[in-house]
């Protein structure tokens, strides 16, 4: 069985307000400001061409700062580090080491990623967390100017590694990247809770067999 892990919020924690709330107290007093801004900046078209590598950080920066009237040495400052600021998350990291146990001692899953992640954070995060080196393949959006929900990202790591879609699971935290996933036939797991995730994962695992 293939098992395709996304990395926020699944593998790595992703606490956007949190991040504000440090930058911009003024602007995030409430949690609803707190997400509000959030959404403003990282739901927003310009930081999705950045996870797919269509512009560099300099741009993002440039073009929040004046949709958003902010000043950009403070957005700077907010986004240059996020890859630095990712903590992993440990349940699923050790729920990872238990798979890549199974793959050398059974062989019967293959670990993979398909995460949404401008390159500049990829890699950051392969230089830091060694864990990522227990994958068998994967695809960082910025690394192919492609982005999660569109087919085509999935659809190119299938190809690259020959993933048969009914022998697939897919794990993220984003509905529409789950749709995705499943409109391809592959199975998909939706991550709210991360300290669910084995559980999740072990009853699809069971029934696949």
Same mark, same amino acid.
């Given at each position: 069985?293939?098992? =395709? ?6 593998? $790595?924690? /992703? ?7 440090? !930058?911009?107290?003024?602007? *995030?007093?409430?949690?609803?400001? %707190? ?6 900046? #990282? ?10 590598? *269509? =512009?560099?950080?300099?741009?993002? @920066? ?6 958003? *009237? ?50 500049? #954070? %990829?890699? @950051? ?5 060694? $864990?990522?080196? /227990?994958?068998?393949?994967?695809? $960082?959006?910025?690394? =192919? ?6 087919? %085509?990202? #999935? ?22 990247? =789950? ?6 036939? /592959?199975? %998909?797991? !939706? ?19």
């Amino acid at each position: 069985m293939n098992i =395709v892990f996304d990395f926020g919020a699944v593998l $790595f924690g /992703w606490h956007p307000e949190a991040m504000l709330a440090r !930058h911009f107290p003024h602007l *995030t007093g409430t949690p609803a400001q %707190a997400r509000e801004l959030a959404k403003s900046i #990282f739901q927003h078209e310009s930081w999705h061409n950045f996870d797919k590598g *269509t =512009v560099e950080l300099e741009d993002v @920066v440039a073009q929040t700062a004046e949709r958003l *009237t902010l000043p950009a040495a403070a957005l700077h400052a907010l986004m240059a580090p996020i890859g630095d600021e990712l903590p992993p998350i440990d349940c699923n990291v050790d729920l990872l080491g238990q798979l890549r146990s199974r793959r050398e001692q059974a062989g019967d899953v293959r670990l993979y990623y398909l995460s949404n992640m401008p390159a500049p #954070f %990829a890699r @950051v995060l392969e230089k830091k967390h060694a $864990f990522i080196d /227990w994958f068998d393949g994967g695809i $960082f959006s910025g690394d =192919v100017k492609l982005g999660k929900p569109d087919p %085509a990202i #999935f659809e190119l790591l299938a190809a690259r590694h020959a993933l048969a879609p009914e022998r697939t699971i897919f794990i993220d935290d984003m509905p529409a990247n =789950v749709q995705a996933a499943r409109d391809l036939g /592959w199975q %998909a797991i !939706h991550c709210q809770q991360p300290e669910a995730l084995a559980a999740q994962l072990q009853d699809v695992l069971k029934g696949s067999r």
